[in-house]
């Protein structure tokens, strides 16, 4: 049986690959690595300027549902994570996708520090979307397919 931690100890634990987390979101990653494409060409039926505007809402969306989970309970947490899991499925962004079902997972089980860490994973798998979004937004600007 392994020992128990304090919730402190718990979350320092956590904190280092936390951290390792948002420092690999900041490499821009290129948008087929976070982004399946294919899906995202069906979703959208082919047409740049919709694959545009739809990649533009997911980070709008995204960034609010972050910014309320940040400070919400496990259970609006959760619901939060829903809708964004639902959204990013929507994309083709399944790392976001896997995230956010973490994020409701551990908030249904109600735990605290657990559905903090995953929070701040989610928030990562964002960013690391966002990077890829914007990268894409800059090539479909450029009249690049």
Do not use: Y
């Amino acid at each position: 049986m392994e020992p128990t931690a304090t919730g402190a100890a718990r979350e320092a634990a956590v904190r280092p690959s936390v951290e390792a987390d948002r420092v690999a979101a900041a490499a821009v990653e290129p948008i087929e690595s976070v982004v399946d494409r294919a899906h995202l060409a069906r979703m959208t039926l082919g047409e740049a300027s919709l694959e545009a505007e739809v990649l533009r809402l997911f980070e709008q969306q995204a960034a609010v549902l972050l910014a309320r989970m940040q400070d919400a309970t496990p259970t609006a947490a959760a619901a939060f994570a829903h809708t964004l899991k639902g959204s990013a499925r929507g994309i083709g962004a399944w790392g976001v996708a896997a995230a956010a079902e973490a994020v409701e997972t551990n908030a249904e089980r109600a735990s605290a520090s657990a559905t903090a860490c995953a929070v701040a994973r989610l928030a990562a798998a964002v960013e690391a979307v966002k990077a890829g979004i914007a990268q894409r937004l800059r090539r479909l600007a450029e009249g690049e397919e």
